[in-house]
T-cell receptor
């Protein structure tokens, strides 16, 4: 099974600022995914992070707001840009290796 | 209409009870069906995974899929206080790792 480390585990940020979340996997994986879990809601896929190419975003999510990097097969970052209180959520990194594994999540509060 | 509908509960049962959790879906392209358990402040962890109609059993857990009715269930026998968590159904088509989640059901098993 894949072990996923996410940093930071939580943060409180001022509106208008940006936060970059890191996701490190203990093995090489082709596909990495970023999800958002809003308070009291389920998980929604933001984008698929592709190594060597641009991320693929789901409907309702755009690169300017959620830029993603995928420099190699074990690491990815998600940036939440120009934050507003509506961005307060848990952001989760996921990888697929016969099944989908999830990191512990980053709990973001925007004030 | 959401692609996946799950009764959010919350659900409170006594220890030893049989728990039934359900999801319906509308997208016929879904081929893989999963149940995740999420403890507070943790990432989701996979409980059950199936890709065909019928039942799949693993210890106290039974997953049931009825593709003709677009309906899946998770049964927990002899429920324990340690089963108290949020249970999420998830589905995917041929794009492995891209999951569509239900809203989650909050389960509390009291001694």
């Amino acid at each position: 099974s894949a072990v996923i480390s996410q940093k930071p585990s939580r943060d409180i940020c001022q509106r208008g600022t940006s936060l970059t979340i890191q996701c490190q996997v203990d093995s090489q994986v082709t596909m990495m995914f970023w999800y958002r879990q809003q308070p009291g809601q389920s998980l929604t896929l933001i984008a698929t992070a592709n190594q060597g190419s641009e991320a693929t975003y789901e409907s309702g999510f755009v690169i300017d707001k959620f830029p993603i990097s995928r420099p190699n097969l074990t690491f990815s970052t998600l940036t939440v840009s120009n934050m507003s209180p509506e961005d307060s959520s848990i952001y989760l990194c996921s990888v697929f290796q016969t099944e989908a594994f999830f990191g512990q999540g980053t709990r973001l509060t925007v004030v | 209409q959401k692609e996946v509908e799950q009764d959010p509960g919350p659900l409170s049962v006594p220890e030893g009870a049989i728990v039934s959790l359900n999801c319906t879906y509308s997208n016929s392209a879904f081929q893989y069906f999963m149940w995740y358990r999420q403890y507070s402040r943790k990432g989701p962890e996979l409980l059950m995974y199936t890709y065909s109609s019928g039942n799949k059993e693993d210890g106290r857990f039974t997953a049931q899929v009825d593709k003709s009715s677009k309906y899946i269930s998770l049964f927990i026998r002899d429920s324990q206080p340690s089963d108290s968590a949020t249970y999420l159904c998830a589905m995917s088509g041929t794009s492995y790792g891209k999951l569509t989640f239900g809203q989650g059901t909050i389960l509390t098993v009291h001694p």
